[in-house]
């Protein structure tokens, strides 16, 4: 698959990794020419089994993505609309589709994120970002409206409610160990540490097979909407769509033709185990 001729960003594979870097204009705008070039990406990612982690980053040392376009918001509708007659925003739509890429996506944030900028990050699946140099807000109350993007519907399962309110009726900038208190993000590490931090994660993420990973993450984004003994079906549901396409049980029978489970030092290198055991297809 090509990952080419995008306006806002570009985009480079290296093996089951590919790096997004968001760079448009001065301060990575979210407007139409971006939410065009992620329709793009979701498209091609949504076929393409090779990528198993997305990382998204930005070349702007400022900014990651500020906020979506003024210039599409002066013209919204002032008119209400009743309930029956609501359709999703495009903003919605595209974030929504970011959401359930079948890859593991990752924002890397050393710049602002704000408005539309850090709905787009809550609608990853995680975040890290930079002490001293990411900045967070959801300005909108100021402005009149609300998050639109997804932060109204997504905040409060990040931080709960009491926080999520706070976050988007105080509408003030909040740093990167602020917003690892709130939860809106996974880790705030310094500068000098992000890059490695982030490259060590998505390298390991990538060792395993797609379709455990795609599996993963639809029974976790599941567990938040049911009830517990759907979302234990649900889970039963993903694990056998991962076991019918993966190795999984050669290498259980692997492991216990080996007998890897009574091995004393296979159990305190378990992690490392996990990885050397990835040979057996």
């Not at 070039?37 to 089994?49: A, K």
């Not at 710049?111 to 975040?127: K, S």
């Not at 705030?188 to 097979?209: G, H, N």
Request: glycine share 6%; charged share 25%; aromatic share 8%.
């Amino acid at each position: 698959m090509e990952y080419k001729n995008f306006q806002t960003f570009s985009a480079k594979q290296n093996g089951g990794i590919l790096t997004v870097d968001i760079n448009f204009g001065p301060v990575n705008v979210q407007g139409q020419e971006m939410l065009a070039d992620l329709s793009s990406l979701c498209l091609r990612l949504e076929r393409d089994r090779s990528v198993k982690v997305v990382i998204f980053e930005s070349s702007n040392p400022n900014y990651w993505v500020c906020h979506y376009d003024t210039d599409l918001l002066k013209d919204m509708s002032i008119e209400a609309v009743s309930r029956q007659d609501v359709q999703l925003l495009d903003l919605q739509v595209v974030l929504e589709r970011l959401s359930k890429l079948p890859q593991a996506t990752i924002a890397k944030i050393e710049g602002f994120a704000r408005g539309g900028g850090h709905e787009m990050a809550l609608a990853l699946d995680m975040r890290f970002a930079a002490r001293g140099k990411a900045k967070f807000m959801q300005m909108e109350v100021g402005m009149g409206i609300l998050p639109c993007g997804g932060g109204a519907s997504r905040m409060a399962r990040q931080t709960g409610l009491g926080k999520a309110l706070e976050i988007i009726l105080g509408a003030r900038d909040w740093d990167a160990d602020e917003a690892e208190k709130f939860g809106t993000i996974n880790k705030a590490l310094d500068p000098d540490e992000i890059d490695d931090y982030v490259a060590r994660l998505t390298q390991r993420i990538s060792k395993f097979p797609a379709e455990s990973i795609t599996a993963s993450k639809r029974a976790v984004y599941a567990s938040i909407d049911l009830p517990i003994q759907e979302a234990l079906k649900e889970e039963t549901y993903q694990l056998f769509q991962a076991t019918s396409k993966t190795p999984a049980v050669k290498r259980f029978q692997y492991a216990n033709d080996n007998a890897a489970q009574f091995n004393h030092d296979n159990q305190k290198n378990l992690e490392q185990m996990v990885i050397d055991i990835q040979e057996v297809n």
